[in-house]
């Protein structure tokens, strides 16, 4: 039997955004953010400043509304998805300081990374603080299915990290180690996000391995379009420095298609780049110039959309609605970031 992968909704539109999901769990999420309030005190006041810090900062908070989103398209009633998407958004809070810190960034989301303003000891310190708070949510919730779910892609992500850093600077990483690291670091937690869903509704194993490649596949698409853009765009779109993989070294996948189809001279200069001999503006320049043409850059979206037509096809054994109309959108949102 083959599988048919139907187009991407949405992805011809000019503006597909994040309105719907955003308007779909509003009044959840007003209940989410008072969890996560709640649970940043302590009575060491640089824990909810340097949390806080990073909180407040302008994210999307994609990951919880894909937790309550999915409970919505489940027709849930209850409320201990509140609690469990304030976990998931410790948890990635949590990694974005760890990351920080092992990156050396200085912005994220357009403002001064905490890294930068308290340090690197503090900013480790209390993404670990996040982590405990975000186990204790789990085991309040009672259910060792959520904590196994959960647990699992926390560990997921540190693998993905880890080999993320050992592959920073290999110019040899091939595109399938590339996607499986992705697949730990980011879809980890998305499918994660969405799959907890289903169990807190009682509901098969099915739905709940179709919430899981929903949320994988929106996961790697949504990196590998923060990939390109990486590229392809400036801070005011980003949020941080243009060209930030490169200089230092991170084996994208843009970079992996470039140097698969360059000749021989841009081969040198992809692995002096990646080492960290080539990081000026002129080579970030010639960088690009490269990228366009391969048509990497471009390749690195037509994989995006697929995975996105992939996770919009996981949604199919679900009824039309609300909820599945703002979840099928949040993937167009997620590849239209790269237009």
């Given at each position: 039997?083959?599988?048919?992968?139907h187009?991407?909704?949405?992805?011809n539109?000019?503006?597909p955004s994040?309105?719907?999901?955003?308007?779909l769990?509003?009044?959840?999420?007003?209940?989410?953010?008072?969890?996560?309030?709640?649970?940043?005190?302590?009575?060491?006041?640089?824990?909810?400043?340097l949390?806080?810090?990073?909180?407040?900062g302008?994210?999307?908070?994609?990951?919880?509304?894909?937790?309550?989103?999915?409970?919505?398209?489940?027709?849930?009633?209850?409320?201990?998805?509140?609690?469990?998407?304030?976990?998931v958004?410790?948890?990635h809070?949590?990694?974005?300081?760890?990351?920080?810190?092992?990156?050396?960034?200085?912005?994220?989301?357009?403002?001064?990374?905490?890294?930068?303003?308290?340090?690197?000891?503090?900013?480790?310190?209390?993404?670990?603080?996040?982590?405990?708070?975000?186990?204790?949510?789990?085991?309040?919730?009672?259910?060792?299915?959520?904590?196994?779910?959960?647990?699992?892609?926390?560990?997921?992500?540190?693998?993905?990290?880890?080999?993320q850093?050992?592959?920073?600077?290999?110019?040899?990483?091939?595109?399938?180690?590339?996607?499986?690291?992705?697949?730990?670091?980011?879809?980890?937690?998305?499918?994660?996000?969405?799959?907890?869903?289903?169990?807190?509704a009682e509901?098969?194993?099915?739905?709940?391995?179709?919430?899981?490649?929903?949320?994988?596949?929106?996961?790697?698409?949504?990196q590998?379009?923060?990939?390109?853009?990486?590229?392809?765009?400036?801070?005011?779109?980003?949020?941080?420095?243009?060209?930030?993989d490169?200089?230092?070294?991170?084996?994208?996948?843009?970079?992996?298609?470039?140097?698969?189809?360059?000749?021989?001279?841009?081969?040198?200069?992809w692995?002096?780049?990646?080492?960290?001999?080539?990081?000026?503006?002129?080579?970030?320049?010639?960088?690009?110039?490269?990228?366009?043409?391969?048509?990497?850059?471009?390749?690195?979206?037509?994989?995006?959309?697929?995975?996105?037509?992939?996770?919009?096809?996981?949604?199919?054994?679900?009824?039309d609605?609300?909820?599945?109309?703002?979840?099928?959108e949040?993937?167009?949102?997620?590849?239209?970031?790269?237009?």
């Open positions: 039997m083959t599988a048919t992968v187009p991407l909704p949405g992805q539109r000019p503006d994040l309105d719907p999901l955003v308007a769990v509003a009044a959840d999420m007003n209940l989410v953010n008072r969890v996560i309030l709640d649970r940043m005190k302590s009575e060491v006041p640089l824990i909810p400043e949390a806080g810090h990073l909180i407040a302008g994210g999307k908070r994609m990951r919880p509304m894909l937790t309550l989103a999915s409970a919505a398209l489940l027709g849930y009633q209850g409320t201990r998805h509140h609690k469990l998407a304030a976990t958004e410790f948890i809070t949590a990694t974005l300081l760890h990351d920080d810190v092992v990156d050396g960034s200085g912005m994220r989301r357009g403002r001064r990374t905490a890294n930068v303003i308290w340090g690197n000891p503090a900013t480790v310190l209390v993404g670990d603080f996040l982590f405990s708070r975000s186990f204790e949510l789990m085991v309040e919730d009672g259910s060792l299915r959520v904590l196994r779910i959960l647990s699992n892609a926390s560990a997921v992500i540190s693998e993905g990290e880890v080999a850093l050992t592959a920073q600077r290999r110019i040899e990483t091939d595109e399938q180690r590339y996607l499986h690291i992705i697949d730990a670091k980011t879809a980890a937690l998305f499918a994660a996000a969405c799959r907890i869903a289903a169990v807190v509901r098969d194993e099915a739905d709940e391995l179709a919430l899981d490649a929903y949320g994988r596949n929106l996961g790697i698409a949504f590998l379009v923060d990939d390109a853009i990486d590229y392809a765009s400036d801070q005011a779109v980003m949020g941080k420095d243009a060209g930030d490169f200089r230092d070294g991170k084996v994208t996948l843009p970079v992996i298609l470039a140097y698969a189809r360059g000749d021989e001279s841009d081969r040198r200069f692995k002096d780049a990646m080492e960290g001999h080539r990081t000026s503006d002129a080579d970030l320049d010639h960088a690009r110039k490269l990228l366009e043409r391969t048509g990497a850059v471009q390749d690195t979206v037509a994989r995006a959309r697929h995975y996105g037509r992939r996770a919009v096809d996981a949604l199919g054994r679900f009824p609605g609300r909820a599945k109309a703002a979840l099928v949040a993937v167009a949102f997620a590849v239209a970031r790269a237009y």
